[in-house]
């Protein structure tokens, strides 16, 4: 790619192979673990215990546990209160559950509450002293932040993701899904004709429009439907808004 060594910041998901290659080609760029990726290995350590968890249970008790997966998966102020309720609920039967759902948690309010690096650096410290020996998926995890450290806690120098790229992504793979062998052309016109953010053509008043009537046994063929009197009465043409492309990539609009 034509000016990479004038990269400045590269964040990355914590696959080795990815650092190395950085640290290779622009060693003085400024790598940056992205936070929804530390996120997502503590969701994936919680998803894991709460398998174990109901697995261990009789086939009648699993009954207990409903729709679990999508309550403990949450963000916790996204919670509604009956969802509350039942956290909770399930929090006084099964006791790992809660501690495994309070370590997804505590990692993310590592990013939400904490100022500075610091800061972020003790709570993180209290996150690992919190891990029970008996949680191999925490503790497995605890080994990979350590070696990625210097790497995760620069987001709170520059903080920067790659949320933005990921949504285009995810938009992406759900149009290519939509459908089947598109190219490389129909994918890209999909993605950027097929939202609103695509302008429809407006047209004036200078249009003249005429019923179809007496169309029957032939005369629709020798019948003219429509009169354009002038071809700029189309006073906006096909396009996108990118402004409310970019809005809808980042979640603002649907």
């Given at each position: 790619m034509d000016g990479y060594k004038d990269i400045e910041v590269v964040t990355m998901d914590m696959w080795s192979g990815y650092k190395y290659a950085v640290n290779e080609l622009i060693p003085e760029a400024f790598v940056v673990i992205d936070k929804f990726h530390v996120v997502q290995y503590t969701i994936r350590a919680l998803d894991a215990i709460r398998i174990q968890v109901k697995k261990s249970l009789p086939k009648n008790d699993q009954r207990l546990i409903t729709y679990d997966r999508w309550v403990l998966l949450k963000n916790k102020e996204d919670l509604q209160p009956?969802?509350?309720e039942k956290r909770d609920m399930w929090f006084r039967h099964f006791p790992e559950l809660e501690q495994a759902y309070w370590l997804k948690e505590t990692m993310r309010d590592v990013y939400n509450l904490s100022q500075d690096r610091y800061e972020a650096f003790q709570r993180f410290y209290e996150w690992e002293k919190s891990i029970p020996d008996s949680f191999a998926e925490f503790k497995e995890i605890q080994k990979t932040f350590n070696n990625c450290k210097q790497e995760i806690f620069n987001?709170?120098?520059?903080?920067?993701?790659?949320?933005?790229?990921?949504?285009?992504?995810?938009?992406?793979?759900?149009?290519?899904k939509a459908g089947k062998g598109y190219s490389f052309e129909v994918l890209?016109?999909?993605?950027?004709?097929?939202?609103?953010?695509?302008?429809?053509?407006?047209?004036?008043?200078?249009?003249?429009?005429?019923?179809?009537?007496h169309t029957l046994y032939g005369g629709f063929n020798n019948y003219q439907g429509i009169e354009v009197e002038d071809r700029s009465s189309i006073i906006e043409g096909f396009g996108v808004d990118l402004l409310t492309l970019s809005n809808i990539l980042e979640g603002k609009n649907k």
């Open positions: 009956a969802e509350i987001y709170f120098i520059k903080p920067y993701t790659n949320a933005y790229t990921e949504s285009v992504n995810n938009i992406i793979k759900s149009i290519e890209r016109a999909k993605i950027l004709y097929g939202t609103n953010a695509t302008k429809k053509p407006k047209f004036d008043k200078k249009m003249n429009f005429h019923t179809f009537d």
